[in-house]
């Protein structure tokens, strides 16, 4: 699970703990009259709890029908020979099915649970999603992937007003989303031939969501996102990981990966039309002398925070780039050799500031070094 703590006065920050998705839960749900919706939901000194729950329906696959990874025999030879489920929706033996396809994954409901600091749930708040009667396709909703363990993280916005999270325009019970391409970053290699926008979550003290869209992130996850709204500012920076096919990546794979910026929308979901993902920072495990990685895999990111002005993000993942925790560097001061065996460790300084917007790159260099401004630094 991830925890974070809502805090009025600012002085508490949020604690993290890990994501945690279940399938067989008590939960007390909590319905939101018209007077209901004026109180605050989410109260100060609180924990929040993010959690994701399945459909443990039989006929979200047959088994020897259902294409895995889905609508694999519409992409460019990604998946030879086209295999079938080998077991149907029934939980747990659904998740047999990763066996044939390292890519499985099934979209399920998002709720966020209100504890108190000694363990007692008070109330829960569901996400909009497409299994409730009031949520027809055109309206906002998301879900997450289950049963991935790197989503849904939880983060305060710089003023402690809002919560937000990362997750996927899709209805429950999709396949493979969390591989999916992004539709504006589609990857023709991806043996998931589906295309799946992600989505910035924010929630209000009153349980309010307004949701923005990225193209970000194409054939992975997004996993965290968090607002600043301090001193005017209006800006998400979010962390993930892109990619699940074959190099050479195309452009929109390796720009949507690892830090990105985002401004957030006021439109409906149904209304946003995003552009190309905007990359905020930037890290290639050529500044420490080694050899070139995967693209984009160095900024495989995970979790994100702010403090003091500075974005840091962590990375524990794979054998790809380094696994430890990074910070975007506004002042181009923070590491003393940008080369070498030391190169990229620094301190922030002092004078860093927030950055409001992405990292400039060069095109004709992507595929042979990635977003290669590097100002991301490693500690």
């Not at 025999?73 to 998946?79: A, D, I, L, Y």
């Not at 295999?83 to 979209?107: E, K, L, M, Q, R």
């Not at 039309?273 to 500044?287: A, E, L, M, R, W």
Request: some cysteine.
């Amino acid at each position: 699970m991830m925890i974070a703590e809502i805090s009025r006065e600012g002085r508490r920050f949020w604690v993290f703990a890990r994501l945690e998705t279940s399938a067989l839960v008590i939960i007390i749900l909590v319905g939101r009259t018209s007077a209901e919706a004026d109180r605050d939901f989410l109260l100060p000194r609180n924990l929040v709890v993010s959690r994701s729950v399945y459909d443990n329906n039989p006929n979200n696959l047959q088994v020897g029908v259902t294409v895995l990874p889905p609508n694999c025999v519409e992409t460019s030879g990604s998946c030879s020979p086209v295999v079938t489920a080998i077991n149907d929706g029934t939980y747990p033996y659904v998740w047999n099915n990763d066996s044939v396809d390292a890519s499985f994954g099934i979209t399920s409901k998002i709720f966020l649970d209100q504890i108190t600091t000694d363990g007692w749930l008070i109330n829960s708040l569901e996400v909009p999603n497409s299994s409730q009667s009031c949520v027809s396709p055109a309206k906002d909703q998301i879900v997450t992937s289950f049963s991935s363990k790197s989503e849904l993280a939880l983060n305060l916005s710089a003023d402690k007003s809002y919560l937000t999270f990362m997750g996927y325009l899709a209805p429950i019970n999709t396949l493979g989303v969390s591989n999916s391409n992004t539709p504006g970053a589609v990857d023709p290699t991806n043996p998931v031939g589906v295309n799946t926008y992600r989505v910035i979550a924010r929630v209000d003290q009153k349980g309010r969501f307004r949701f923005t869209k990225t193209n970000a992130y194409s054939g992975n996850n997004g996993r965290a996102a968090i607002l600043d709204n301090s001193w005017g500012a209006n800006f998400f920076y979010t962390s993930g990981n892109a990619g699940n096919g074959a190099n050479p990546q195309p452009h929109g794979i390796i720009i949507g990966a690892g830090a990105q910026i985002a401004t957030p929308e006021v439109k409906a979901l149904v209304a946003q039309n995003p552009g190309d993902p905007t990359p905020v920072g930037s890290f290639n495990i050529t500044q420490l002398g080694e050899k070139a990685d995967k693209i984009g895999k160095d900024t495989n990111f995970r979790s994100l925070t702010i403090f003091d002005d500075v974005i840091y993000y962590s990375k524990g993942s794979g054998g790809n780039g380094v696994n430890t925790v990074y910070f975007i560097d506004t002042t181009s001061n923070a590491c003393p050799t940008p080369m070498g065996s030391e190169g990229g460790v620094g301190l922030p300084q002092r004078s860093a500031s927030l950055p409001t917007a992405g990292i400039s790159y060069d095109p004709t260099l992507l595929q042979s070094k990635g977003v290669v401004l590097y100002n991301i630094s490693y500690r």
